[in-house]
């Protein structure tokens, strides 16, 4: 089958900029745009984009005259990441998000081990309550098993759509990423899911797999592939804004 639209051919590099405060370091990507648009990423690094036509110097002056926003910008995400860092330390009474909830970890004696999901807490059995770091290997296990079956879940309620649109269904890789939510590798078949969205609610969670189910028919940002994703998704907007809420990376 051929596919509608390819991916657009861009090229990018790595610059730093000299700023007020100093070297600001950014990657710089030339597309067809109208103008320069700068965005700070979650992990605080900052990415540019801007017609090949436009002089270097001015970009480099369009981040100096923003530096000040991403210093704020990259000292926020910072921040949240820190403070993200310790909510997710495993210990007893340590509250876990799971599914847009907080369930409370609770660390029990046991002559069975395993993982246990009641209403407001989650229950780790342990021959020795003390070895913590068994814990955290059951409940890392637990935690893959339930992202296993409730990212799969999502992807077949989705499916029928691109069913008809002649999509095979694709394989599914989770891993632990920390400046995207999914990817899609249309020439796999493959679409890969973040680990830490299984914090979240399951329509965050929805809006992501559909995200990356509409990229196997436009492997692009274009505006075809968000007039399908409003398509499949019409609340995709709020369900986004949400998930950055609720979830830091």
């Known amino acids: 089958r051929k ?6 051919q ?22 067809k745009v109208k103008n320069i648009n700068l965005r700070v990423r979650r992990d605080g690094t900052v990415y540019v984009s801007a ?20 210093k704020q910008a990259q000292e926020h995400f910072r921040s949240r ?27 029990i004696q046991s002559p069975t081990e395993g993982v246990t999901e009641e209403e407001h807490r989650l229950v780790i059995a342990l021959r020795d309550s003390s070895e913590l770091s068994r814990g955290e ?41 920390k400046a995207r939510w999914g990817s899609c590798h249309y020439t796999k078949g493959m679409i890969v899911l973040n680990r830490y ?10 809006h992501v797999v559909a995200h990356e189910f509409c990229h196997f028919i436009y492997p692009n940002h274009s505006r075809d592939f968000y007039s399908l994703l409003d ?18 990376l």
């Open 137 to 177: 290997r059951l409940y890392a296990k637990w935690l893959d098993g339930r992202c296993r079956e409730v990212f799969t879940d999502l992807m077949k309620e989705i499916y029928p759509f691109f069913k008809a649109m002649g999509v095979p269904f694709p394989q599914l890789k989770i891993r632990t990423m």
């Open 231 to 248: 398509k499949v998704c019409p609340h995709w907007r709020s369900d986004k804004a949400e998930l950055e809420r609720l979830v830091v």
């Open 197 to 206: 969205l299984i914090e979240a609610p399951r329509h965050c969670i929805a």
């Open 51 to 70: 017609a090949s036509r436009v002089p270097v110097r001015e970009i480099e002056g369009f981040i100096a005259a923003k530096c000040s926003y991403i």
């Open 81 to 107: 990441t820190e403070t993200a860092a310790e909510e997710r330390r495993f210990a007893q009474g340590a509250s876990v998000m799971y599914l847009g909830r907080p369930l409370e970890l609770c660390i």
């Open 3 to 8: 596919r509608k639209e390819q991916m657009r």
């Open 10 to 31: 861009v090229s990018a590099s790595v610059r730093t900029a000299k700023t007020p405060i100093g070297g600001i370091e950014y990657t710089l990507e030339r597309k």
